[in-house]
């Protein structure tokens, strides 16, 4: 029964790594209507660029600091260099294409500049274990800061008038315009927030105390995908609990479904098509109903 | 509508991409019909022992050789997940660099200069077949021979066009027993040991150590974990260590956390982590952290400065093999050999990391081909063939370790790394040191190795 709380603890380890990145995801999808491929590639590269703050000698909660500010001038910029001329067709499969091929141009781009070994990123919390649970104190850490994502995410969309104004303009843009809302800016600021948070998934990711390399998101992304459909697209907590369940779902194949060795990745699949199945929008998300 | 058909068609790309994710971890181990038994072939009896019977070549035995160059190619990563293997090339090139500069290298009488042409394939096969056939050609009538292309699958996606053009694929990069298929006497492997030797220098040592030995392993889902776990189980056959567990993570994945613990679980004696790239140094971290205390094996591809700095204190004491001078150990510093290194790869190839043993690597593979090169009869793809096929305790060459030699012998033996230093890591000073002496399995790798392993 230990053995099971163990892999359990696992899959909340890895589980957490991948609601953060689906929080980012949520966040796009919430304020563009859009899926963000290249979520996870933008994460690593601000990951290496806090490594690069910290390998100059900044503490490592100031470089994550630093890395979220300019990774949040960077996605408002991608957004408005790169997302928005081709968004311009109205053909989401276009801007789907664009974000695909940012996910390889920016893996490329960071072992160009920060170079292909692995590197190791300082710890932001304490090694070992939490008193005699076996779950680590930087899971922990993860966890928190995850909470306190979610919870400021829904600050911003439920209580301000920036949220208001976000959520308008990927529900009806035009409408949107029309009573003066200047979605072009709205959509910079989310493409903004999301790549601040992938910025601190990624480098608390890489922070975990082992090594890191330019392949750190590209499972994850898959699994935060997952962990996104799961949950519900347009709901911060649905990623959440999606992220979780698919962490434990595959720390528990691991351990238990043999038949399944090396290809866990398709514990996932499966749980997104039955989920999908039963429910078309998640087990948090909410139903569109459009009038006619 | 705009909202809910997006979201349908980006679900379905989302499937589309997990499932090709899952299909390309899973990859077919390509177990092709060659069945011919180790050493079973070329029975003429009257030809010298590395000789390979060109009475099917097409004909262009001295292609490549253009007035005084000799030029080479090759294939690996330079970009993509896996581009820190393209460090390897910098030594070579460094020691093509050094000879040509030298005066070139002199073969059958006459001077030549290396030049080596390369391209990247992202470790894709695919890529790698085209690249091969754009700097080999077609026909096979342009690059005189392949030189160190990295991966095992992308050996085995290019072995066939060379076989049939009778061109040389000379130091593949990698530790397959399949380079040593006698179906395929055009491709010859490096000084890197078979992965099935490893296992057996694993198991060797527990039998010494602890004879009754439990040991769970950690492989990669692949061919390259397939080497190491059929390797060991045939290793300890007739012995009393068992293999209470074997867990596999996926190709290129880095998290092995659940594996880990599932292998901890077993309290197993000893710990074969087959873990390449970062999984290797994950691994030890999350058996530290479960607080596993076993005999401890770490893949000779884990054995890199970066890699184990890494895994720190979490690797200490940790066992496995080399055949290569590592630059990082100071008892090799003030030998000749390593200073020459240092200085001629600082030279040529500034940029590379010259503490980094996979360089050190790169600049023996470089040296062997040249002394390959001085050793064959004529200047022709099939005399560099018979040179390699036939090295007689070929010793000290680049950086290889004092007291490993290298001994070829056709179809009976095509393998070059079988002599090898059990070593040991010492985390305080960040380097391996030698335990006991070298361990010879010279001629024995077809004898040790399950038979469909080198036939694959």
């Given at each position: ?5 163990s892999q359990?603890?696992?899959g ?19 304020t ?34 630093v ?6 001038v ?15 067709a ?100 989310g ?50 609990v ?8 595959e ?16 514990v ?15 087990l ?9 | ?66 007035g ?31 000879i ?18 390369d391209?990247d ?58 380079m ?36 769970a ?9 397939m ?8 290793a ?22 659940a ?22 140094p ?32 979490n ?20 030998e ?33 081909f ?52 059990f070593?040991?890591y010492d ?19 077809a ?10």
């Amino acid at each position: 029964m230990s053995l099971f709380f163990s892999q359990v603890f696992n899959g909340v380890g890895n589980g957490v790594v991948y609601a953060s990145v689906a929080l980012a995801l949520v966040l796009i999808f919430r304020t563009t209507g859009l899926l963000n491929f290249a979520q996870g590639e933008m994460a690593l590269f601000s990951t290496y660029f806090t490594w690069k703050l910290t390998a100059q000698g900044l503490p490592i909660a100031a470089a994550i600091g630093v890395s979220m500010v300019v990774s949040f001038v960077a996605g408002a910029l991608i957004e408005r260099v790169l997302i928005r001329p081709v968004e311009a067709a109205r053909n989401p499969l276009n801007v789907v294409i664009v974000t695909l091929g940012m996910f390889l141009a920016f893996n490329s781009l960071a072992q160009l500049v920060f170079g292909t070994n692995p590197q190791q990123m300082p710890s932001l919390f304490p090694a070992g274990k939490l008193g005699s649970l076996n779950i680590q104190k930087s899971t922990v850490g993860l966890g928190v800061v995850l909470v306190i994502e979610c919870v400021l995410l829904w600050l911003l969309l439920q209580k301000t008038r920036i949220g208001l104004a976000l959520r308008a303009v990927s529900s009806n843009p035009e409408s949107s315009r029309l009573v003066g809302i200047n979605t072009g800016n709205m959509l910079m600021l989310g493409w903004g927030l999301a790549a601040a948070l992938g910025a601190v998934a990624g480098s608390l990711v890489a922070a975990k105390g082992t090594g890191f390399d330019a392949s750190l998101m590209q499972q994850v992304l898959l699994y935060s995908f997952a962990g996104a459909a799961l949950g519900g697209f347009d709901s911060p907590l649905g990623a959440v609990v999606g992220g979780l369940v698919v962490g434990i779902a595959e720390a528990l194949t691991v351990q238990y479904v043999h038949a399944l060795q090396g290809i866990t990745i398709i514990v996932p699949l499966v749980l997104i098509l039955v989920v999908l199945l039963v429910r078309p929008n998640g087990l948090f998300g909410r139903k569109i109903v459009e009038r006619v | 509508m705009h909202r809910s058909r997006s979201m349908r068609l980006l679900l379905l790309i989302l499937a589309v991409a997990l499932v090709a994710a899952s299909c390309s971890s899973r990859r077919s181990s390509s177990t092709s019909s060659g069945t011919t038994a180790p050493g079973g072939s070329g029975g003429t009896g009257t030809a010298a022992p590395g000789a390979i019977d060109t009475s099917k070549c097409p004909g262009n035995d001295a292609a490549g050789i253009g007035g005084d160059t000799i030029t080479l190619a090759s294939s690996f990563p330079q970009s993509g997940l896996t581009a820190a293997f393209s460090e390897i090339s910098k030594g070579y090139k460094a020691y093509f660099s050094y000879i040509n500069a030298q005066g070139a290298v002199s073969d059958a009488g006459k001077k030549y200069k290396i030049v080596v042409k390369d391209k990247d394939d992202e470790y894709n096969a695919a890529k790698t077949i085209t690249n091969i056939d754009s700097l080999v050609g077609a026909d096979g009538s342009k690059a005189f021979a392949v030189f160190n292309v990295v991966g095992t699958s992308n050996n085995i996606a290019i072995r066939q066009s060379l076989n049939d053009n009778c061109v040389p694929n000379t130091f593949t990069a990698t530790g397959s027993p399949a380079m040593g298929n006698p179906k395929y006497q055009w491709t010859i492997g490096s000084t890197l040991s078979p992965y099935s030797l490893e296992s057996k220098a694993f198991a060797d040592f527990l039998k010494r150590t602890k004879p009754n030995a439990t040991v769970a392993m950690l492989v990669q889902d692949d061919d390259y974990g397939m080497d190491y776990e059929q390797g060991f189980r045939q290793a300890i056959q007739g012995t009393n260590i068992k293999v209470v567990k074997v867990e596999k993570y996926p190709v290129g994945a880095n998290e092995v956390t659940a594996q880990i613990t599932s292998l901890a679980a077993t309290h197993a004696d000893a710990f074969f982590d087959g873990g390449t790239l970062l999984a290797c140094p994950n691994a030890l971290q999350q058996q530290k952290a479960a607080n596993w205390n076993a005999i401890t094996y770490v893949s000779g591809t884990c054995i890199a400065k970066t890699l184990m700095g890494i895994a720190g204190n979490n690797a200490d004491k940790a066992y496995s093999v080399t055949n290569i001078k590592d630059p990082i150990n100071p008892q090799f510093a003030s030998e000749p050999a390593m200073k020459l290194y240092r200085a001629q790869v600082t030279k040529y190839q500034p940029k590379a990391d010259i503490d980094n043993g996979i360089v050190a690597y790169g600049w023996t593979q470089g040296a062997l081909f040249v002394e390959a090169l001085k050793a064959s009869k004529a200047a022709t793809r099939s005399a560099l063939m018979e040179s390699l096929r036939s090295m007689k305790a070929v010793k000290g060459v680049g950086l290889m370790i004092d007291g490993f030699s290298i001994t070829t012998n056709g179809d009976k033996d095509p393998f070059m790394g079988e002599q090898m230093q059990f070593v040991q890591y010492d985390a305080a000073k960040k380097y391996f040191h030698d335990v006991g002496t070298m361990l010879d399995f010279e001629g024995q790798t077809a004898k040790l190795t399950p038979p469909a392993l080198i036939n694959g």
